[in-house]
């Protein structure tokens, strides 16, 4: 295959999904023999930086200072003219975003230094329910306008793909549905949890109940600290793990503590993406209370690691939790459904088994990163054949 030249784009390489999703997808194509090139703000955050993990793996972004999250004009015209600057001198064959700010500002800069395909990649809408009107108006618009430069939008779970054509961004057949994938083997096969139990002070015969997620709005760390104090009541043997860090650690720290709980809480704080499959490992019930998300790869991870999840059906959790069969999916906010969730799962250790062998199959080989990059790999054949490119 003749060398065809691709950069990606991402607003920050922080320790999160979308990241690590765009970080193997660059070393899986670099395989299959394309040129590839990163580039990223800075993975600025109580994250963590995914950076040293990505050159471990051959990866090595070029960093634009002025490239942030937050909306900033002048730092976005910045970042904007930085952009077309270089991908106009790089000549590249493929511009693939990711992200909302790196998505439009990664665009627009292609689509005018004269880039012939042009994808993006939807991990979680920058709209939705729970933010101000006014920011959802101008991320919808900003959405709307650029989708007509865009060969393709790609989807991490098909109602992303209904969220975002319900909103009037771009059209049907610009869209199509590829599942993050993943490094599935660490987690059917996880090596042994004993020394990390120890660690974390959880006892032989102690329950866990754990929650994999950045401490931030929206992610639902606060649901389970509010039906604790009835789960410890059924289960006095319960340990609550959350593995992360974020602004919100210290307000949740401190709930905890006013509910006399702080005994049965851990805070794991950054936890590296690799050590992941080993505190998944550790816990009986796996909960998921984001409130937006596109598709959690928690929920793909615990499956795979063949634990029950109990979640929000909220985004692409229906297209990966089957209700009743790999666990439960909850109606967002309804605290007496997600309580008698857990209740039922740690009451019952048969359920939980059988939950996790099915959840096992339900995601492999669907999550897998080979599947993952040469579903990429045919978008791009197919869109540069249309486009009529030649390399």
């Known amino acids: 295959m003749a060398r065809i030249k691709v950069l990606h784009i991402i607003t920050r390489l922080i320790i999160g999904g ?6 193997y997808t660059v070393r899986g194509l670099k395989e299959k023999g394309y040129e ?17 993990r990505a050159k471990k793996m051959g990866v090595h972004p070029i960093i634009i200072s002025s490239l942030r999250r937050n909306l900033h004009p002048f730092l976005d015209y910045a970042s904007f003219l930085t952009l077309f600057s270089l991908i106009k001198s790089g000549r590249y064959h493929i511009v693939h975003t990711h992200s909302s700010k790196a998505g439009i500002l990664g665009r627009w800069a292609a689509y005018l230094a004269g880039v012939p395909v042009i994808i993006h990649t939807i991990h ?40 975002a054509l319900n909103a009037g961004v771009g059209k049907e057949k610009q869209y199509v549905t590829i599942y993050s994938g993943m490094e599935l083997d660490h987690f059917l096969n996880p090596p042994s949890s004993e020394k990390l139990r120890k660690k974390l002070g959880i006892k032989e015969d102690e329950l866990v109940v754990g929650k994999v997620g950045r401490l931030f709005p929206f992610k639902g760390h606060e649901y389970i600290v509010q039906i604790a104090p009835e789960i410890i009541k059924n289960f006095p043997n319960v340990k609550f793990l959350f593995v992360g860090e974020g602004i919100l650690r ?33 816990m009986d019930v796996v909960v998921h209370t984001s409130l937006r998300e596109g598709l959690a790869r928690v929920l793909p991870q615990s499956l795979a690691a063949g634990k029950p999840v109990v979640t929000w059906r909220v985004d692409g959790a229906e ?21 008698l969730s857990i209740l039922k799962l740690l009451g019952n250790a048969e ?20 599947e993952m990059v040469e579903r990429i790999h045919q ?4 869109v540069l054949k249309e486009k009529g490119v030649k390399v």
């Open 18 to 23: 979308a990241q690590e999703n765009t970080v």
């Open 36 to 52: 590839v090139y990163l580039y990223s703000g800075p993975p600025l955050g109580p994250e963590g930086s995914i950076i040293p």
């Open 124 to 163: 979680g809408l920058p709209f939705f329910p729970y933010q101000h009107p006014f920011l959802n108006f101008l991320f919808v618009n900003c959405e709307r306008i650029t989708a007509p430069i865009t060969d393709r939008l790609i989807c991490v779970c098909d109602m992303m793909k209904k969220q």
């Open 250 to 282: 210290e307000k949740l720290e401190e709930k905890v503590r006013e509910k006399g709980l702080k005994d049965k809480f851990i805070f794991t704080g950054l936890v590296p993406p690799e050590d992941i499959p080993l505190y998944i490992s550790l």
């Open 319 to 339: 297209e990966v939790v089957k209700n009743g069969q790999t666990g439960f999916l909850i109606t967002p906010g309804d605290l007496d459904g997600l309580k």
């Open 351 to 370: 359920l939980r088994k059988r939950m996790g062998e099915k959840g096992k199959k339900v995601v492999d080989p669907l999550f897998r990163v080979e």
């Open 379 to 382: 978008i791009y054949q197919e």
